[in-house]
């Protein structure tokens, strides 16, 4: 059978399972069995006959879609809330890996400028920075007391200011990510290049270590968060341009729904860097090196485990259960 006669033939009850999966359309429990084992069997018939084709990865999603909502239905309801945590996020963030992926690259690359064009000129972060940031925080140096810009300000006060401000670039990098993928790249493009220029300071002067085992303490979760913000922000906007198999209105409902997701497993990494960044950071900064390190990499093993592995862990375990 050709592989567009193989769409043909099911592309209506796919589609009627589709509107299932999207809580559009209620279906008696022997109808959804019948649906289900039909996917299952058309999967494996893809596989077989078009394993290239794009149809393999439709069917694929959408065997594990259906599969959720069954899972789901059997759930009580007290358990809906650890669910939502352990499998309907890391999910959603599977499915946006790639714009994470893409995120993070332009965000990596734009702190390598920012250090390389410290080192070749020194005035570097003045440009970016602003010349009363620099000069403050060479007067704090003079001082003995590098890291001391905000050692005196109110704790609660910086922690709304920090909070709010963190909260106020994550969300710009999703909504331009929405509206444009390379908008989002622009944010991080230039919050990266503020980072790199900053740390290419220090690096100069010799104070590499002091201020990256000081400002990666909350760093670790905070520039995370903003990352995976403008990745989130990225899935939306290629979904109206790349929409795949899906009609455009479609495909950017189901980008926003997981971007909303995202968010919200990303509001409290940003609610933790403010709290350690306002009691922590520059309230302890006689912390021994190895407990620096200790936060620093707890910080980085939870963005790895629960954006990186825990999302492919559960990817993988509900396409076993479907086949």
């Not at 945590?85 to 332009?106: C, F, G, M, N, Q």
């Not at 704790?155 to 994550?170: D, E, H, L, T, W």
């Not at 230039?190 to 790199?196: K, L, P, T």
């Not at 290629?238 to 980008?255: C, E, F, K, M």
Request: glycine fraction near 8%; charged fraction near 20%; aromatic fraction near 14%.
């Amino acid at each position: 059978m050709k592989e567009y006669q193989f769409v043909a033939k099911n592309e209506e009850n796919w589609k009627r399972l589709e509107q299932f999966t999207d809580g559009k359309l209620s279906i008696t429990p022997d109808e959804l069995a019948k649906y289900y084992t039909t996917v299952v069997n058309d999967l494996s018939y893809a596989k077989t006959f078009y394993p290239k084709s794009s149809v393999v990865d439709y069917l694929n999603k959408l065997s594990s879609a259906i599969h959720r909502r069954i899972y789901s239905t059997k759930k009580e309801d007290r358990r809906r809330f650890l669910t939502f945590w352990t499998e309907e996020i890391p999910l959603a963030i599977r499915e946006s890996h790639a714009d994470l992926l893409k995120s993070l690259i332009v965000f990596l690359i734009a702190i390598a400028i920012g250090g390389i064009s410290t080192y070749i000129d020194p005035e570097f972060p003045r440009v970016i920075l602003g010349d009363a940031y620099v000069d403050m925080t060479l007067n704090n140096i003079d001082k003995g007391d590098p890291m001391g810009v905000y050692r005196d300000e109110d704790k609660g006060m910086m922690f709304y200011q920090i909070g709010s401000n963190n909260m106020r670039v994550a969300l710009l990098s999703f909504m331009l990510g929405v509206m444009a993928p390379f908008l989002a790249g622009l944010i991080l493009l230039s919050n990266g290049v503020m980072v790199g220029a900053f740390q290419g300071m220090f690096v100069s002067l010799g104070l590499g270590w002091i201020s990256f085992s000081t400002i990666f303490i909350h760093g670790s979760l905070e520039l995370s968060a903003i990352v995976i913000v403008a990745g989130a922000g990225m899935a939306v906007g290629n979904s109206w341009w790349y929409p795949g198999t899906y009609s455009r209105g479609d495909a950017v409902i189901r980008g926003a729904r997981r971007a909303m997701k995202i968010l919200i497993a990303v509001i409290p990494v940003i609610v933790v860097a403010a709290i350690i960044e306002s009691y922590l950071t520059f309230r302890y900064q006689e912390m021994g090196s190895f407990w620096r390190i200790v936060v620093i990499a707890l910080s980085f093993a939870y963005i790895i485990y629960y954006f990186i592995i825990r999302p492919v862990q559960v990817e993988r375990r509900l396409k076993i259960v479907s086949l």
